[in-house]
């Protein structure tokens, strides 16, 4: 397994500013991920951050709205730029991990914007 | 496009109930996973089945994985609040992506 922690825990930000979430692992890994999630309901991929080069991102997410940055393997940061309402969700780090890809998470950190 | 279908999403039940929770896809995985989740935390890796037909018990937690490795379910027997949460199945292909169901919300009522 592994030990996630994610900074902040919370915030609440006005619309048109940017957040950086800041997530550290206890150890080096090589897949770190980065998720979305509506309260109660199922995670949405952002994109797998890649050490050394550029993040891949998902369908209807993009680097200038979520700029990630993964300066070695045991550390990431997802800014979430010029925020809007729509923005405010629940954002998850997870590490990859076995032969069988399990992911271990990161407690989340919960986004509001005003 | 691969998709796993979770049922039911909602489901509230006295302490002591049975249940079984869904996962369904026209997909084959190389394994499936199930976590759970509480309010204000990550989800937590309950069990990952890989082989066609596995059975896996966790407690009072039984997993299954189809023959064809296309869906799995997850039944609890006799059911407690410690049981409450959101449970996610995931399927793993081999790119190092889950594929994450719908969710199951949980509540059970003492």
């Known amino acids: ?114 | 496009t691969q998709l796993l279908e979770q049922s039911p999403q909602f489901l509230s039940i006295q302490e002591g109930e049975n249940l079984t929770v869904y996962c369904n896809s026209s997909s084959v995985f190389s394994s499936l996973q199930w976590y759970r989740q509480e309010p204000g935390e990550g989800p937590v890796l309950l069990v990952t089945v890989v082989t066609g037909g596995e059975v896996k018990k966790l407690k009072r937690l039984t997993f299954q994985f189809g023959d064809a490795r296309k869906d799995s379910s997850l039944h609890i027997t006799a059911a407690q609040p410690g049981d409450t949460g959101l449970y996610l199945c995931a399927g793993a292909g081999n790119t190092g992506k889950l594929i994450f169901g719908q969710g199951t919300t949980l509540q059970v009522k003492p």
């Open chain 1, 1 to 114: 397994s592994a030990v996630i922690s994610q900074k902040p825990s919370r915030d609440i930000c006005q619309r048109g500013t940017s957040l950086t979430i800041q997530c550290q692992v206890d150890s080096q890994v090589t897949m770190m991920f980065w998720y979305r999630q509506q309260p109660g309901q199922s995670l949405t991929l952002i994109a797998t951050a890649n050490q050394g080069s550029e993040a891949t991102y998902e369908s209807g997410f993009v680097i200038d709205k979520f700029p990630i940055s993964r300066p070695n393997l045991t550390f990431s940061t997802l800014t979430v730029s010029n925020m809007s309402p729509e923005d405010s969700s629940i954002y998850l780090c997870s590490v990859g991990r076995g032969s069988n890809y399990e992911q271990y998470f990161g407690p989340g950190t919960r986004l509001t914007v005003t």
